[in-house]
């Protein structure tokens, strides 16, 4: 029992990277593969709160996704006694996907996906390395390629700020809060860039406008 939920718990760890990466189609798989587990009830006590919780998370971001929305307009919605319900939709999801990975369009898609992948991690070692006129070149470079890749904004934003260049930082930020499924994060990455330039005041209006969305 507990390596099967080990197990389930590792699917639904892969799903996150899945996402991060913009492969819908192996985090779909990997949610199906974790949901199979619950369903043959071999997931309990603690590590299936803790594995529930995962795949709401997973399925809050998925379901902000183009290819999701365009078969489930209204999400996929995962809530207890209704799994087998949740499992039978991510299938139908994987199965439609598949078929458009066969697609001439989808290998277009792969390609494109490919040279932005490339991009960011360029404009990545740029950045690390000081190269800040290169790597902003990356950088928009991977914008150019951008479709639904949400959440590379907030990458491209964090990243800069670890490199203490948040002026950088906020040029992408701004875009990740207008597009990234998590935006509660993106605001929080905001912040942290707006304080880092020392402007107290847009620092403050920012802090309001958070506290705002959590009250």
């Given at each position: 029992?507990?390596?099967?939920?080990?197990?389930?718990k590792?699917?639904?760890?892969?799903?996150?990277?899945?996402?991060?990466?913009h492969?819908?189609?192996?985090?779909t798989?990997?949610?199906?593969a974790s949901l199979?587990?619950?369903l043959?009830g071999?997931?309990?006590?603690?590590?299936?709160?803790?594995v529930?919780?995962?795949?709401k998370e997973?399925l809050?971001?998925?379901n902000?996704v183009?290819?999701v929305?365009?078969m489930?307009?209204?999400?996929?919605?995962?809530a207890?006694?209704?799994?087998?319900?949740?499992?039978?939709?991510l299938v139908?999801l994987?199965?439609?996907?598949?078929?458009a990975?066969?697609?001439?369009?989808?290998?277009e898609q792969?390609?494109?996906?490919i040279s932005?992948d490339?991009?960011?991690?360029?404009g990545?070692?740029?950045?690390?390395g000081?190269s800040l006129?290169?790597?902003?070149?990356?950088?928009?470079e991977?914008?150019?390629?951008?479709v639904?890749?949400?959440?590379?904004?907030?990458?491209i934003?964090?990243?800069?700020?670890?490199?203490?260049?948040?002026?950088m930082a906020?040029?992408?930020?701004?875009?990740?809060?207008?597009v990234?499924p998590?935006?509660?994060k993106?605001?929080r990455?905001?912040?942290?860039?707006?304080?880092a330039?020392g402007d107290?005041?847009g620092a403050?209006?920012?802090?309001?406008?958070?506290?705002g969305d959590?009250?």
């Amino acid at each position: 029992m507990k390596d099967d939920s080990k197990a389930a718990k590792e699917h639904i760890a892969r799903a996150k990277a899945y996402f991060q990466r913009h492969d819908v189609l192996r985090t779909t798989a990997s949610i199906i593969a974790s949901l199979r587990l619950v369903l043959a009830g071999k997931v309990t006590g603690l590590d299936r709160i803790t594995v529930d919780s995962a795949v709401k998370e997973v399925l809050h971001n998925l379901n902000r996704v183009s290819e999701v929305k365009k078969m489930f307009p209204r999400g996929i919605m995962y809530a207890k006694g209704h799994e087998k319900l949740v499992h039978d939709s991510l299938v139908k999801l994987f199965l439609e996907l598949k078929k458009a990975q066969d697609s001439e369009s989808y290998s277009e898609q792969l390609t494109r996906k490919i040279s932005l992948d490339k991009a960011l991690n360029r404009g990545r070692r740029f950045l690390s390395g000081g190269s800040l006129q290169d790597a902003t070149e990356a950088f928009e470079e991977a914008k150019s390629l951008y479709v639904d890749e949400h959440s590379m904004f907030r990458m491209i934003g964090e990243w800069c700020i670890e490199c203490k260049q948040p002026k950088m930082a906020i040029r992408y930020l701004k875009k990740a809060v207008a597009v990234d499924p998590d935006t509660g994060k993106a605001k929080r990455a905001l912040l942290d860039a707006v304080v880092a330039t020392g402007d107290k005041v847009g620092a403050a209006k920012l802090k309001a406008q958070l506290q705002g969305d959590y009250s």
